[in-house]
Nanobody, 122 residues
C-alpha cells in the first residue's frame, strides 16, 4: 500500500514562508494526481493545490492561495512539494498530502498522509 510521508510543517510568523514535502513510497503505483489539502479546526478539509497527470499535466489551486503557494512534483522520486509564501494566520491548518492512481490491473484508489501542522502567528 502507498505510504505518504509528509514533512516541513511548523510555526511561522505572518508573511513568512514554509515548504511542505511529501514522499510516496510505492514505486509500483501509477500516480495520476498528487496534491495537498488542509483542514482548519472546526472546518471541512479543503483542496489547497494539486497536480494531475491523467491525460495532460495540469495544476489546480484554491483561490485563497493563488499567487502565494506553488505546487511542484518530482516524477522520478514520486514527491510533491508545496512552497508557501506570504503566509497568513488563516492558512493555519493541518496539511494533508493526497495521491490518486492505481496498481496495474486494479481499480483507481486514493491515499492520504497523516498530516503536518502549519501554524501562522499574527
Amino acid at each position: 500500500q502507498v505510504q505518504l510521508v509528509e514533512s516541513g510543517g511548523g510555526l511561522v510568523h505572518a508573511g513568512g514562508s514554509l515548504r511542505l514535502s511529501c514522499a510516496a513510497s510505492d514505486t509500483t503505483f501509477t500516480f495520476t494526481a498528487m496534491g495537498w489539502y488542509r483542514q482548519a479546526p472546526g472546518m471541512q478539509r479543503e483542496l489547497v493545490a494539486r497536480i494531475s497527470s491523467r491525460n495532460r499535466i495540469s495544476t489546480e489551486y484554491a483561490d485563497s492561495v493563488k499567487g502565494r503557494f506553488t505546487i511542484s512534483r518530482d516524477y522520478a522520486k514520486n514527491t510533491v512539494d508545496l512552497q508557501m509564501h506570504s503566509l497568513k494566520p488563516e492558512d493555519t491548518a493541518v496539511y494533508y498530502c493526497y495521491v490518486e492512481g492505481w496498481y496495474s490491473g486494479k481499480y483507481p484508489e486514493s491515499h492520504w498522509g497523516k498530516g503536518t501542522l502549519v501554524t501562522v502567528s499574527s
